[in-house]
């Protein structure tokens, strides 16, 4: 499973980016809005593809079909490695199907449930993600849902990955691999809870204790 950050923070990319383990991005425009840097999207979007060489997601606003073509077109000119990201709704559905036909990325949003999954596989879409933090936050289980959406794929031979989005705590990270999600896209805090063990620590500092008494009585 690939590790991805979901961020607009340029500090934050810049520091994961230095292990050499994240291969990819996604970004919204609430991500931009708390990174609160005032660059305009398109420049953030633009310095992260020079931090990280991966897939970097960058989202659609229009309302409408057209709207949501044009921008995915403009959008999927900023850099090669820009995936076009669209909320799967019916209109995000023809878009969707729309620019995949021209050889356009997507990665489709906001999808809360298998059929919505399916429906954007279909349609051509090269990434899929499944919410999981927010079905959470009202009482479904989030991860059930990248569960059959990865069996469905699996079965059908689907060649669209799930990228499981909205993840909120390291558990969720294993949960996601557990469940063959392709990609874990996750916030930097939950990137840096996933090296992080109390025991580890503590075993560091016995082990330079005990070299420190060892190296005394050899002297
Ligand atoms: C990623 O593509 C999503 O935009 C993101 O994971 C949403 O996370 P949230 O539910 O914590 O806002």
Redesign the pocket.
Known sequence: MKLWL?TANIDEIRAAARFGVVSGV?T?P??WAKAASGADYRDVVLEICSIIDGPV?AECLAQDVDGLVEEARNISKWHPNVVV?IPLDENGLEAIHRVSREGIKV?T?LIFQPNQALLAAQAGATYV?P?V??LDDIGQEGMAVVREIVEIFDRYHLPTQV?A????HPLHVVQAAKASAHIA?M?YTVFQAMFKHPLTDAGIQKFLEDARKAAKVKA
């Open positions: 979901d996604t919204n609430s991500l997601s990201k990665n949003t993600s919410f933090g927010r990228l989005a909205s993840l909120r896209t916030p």
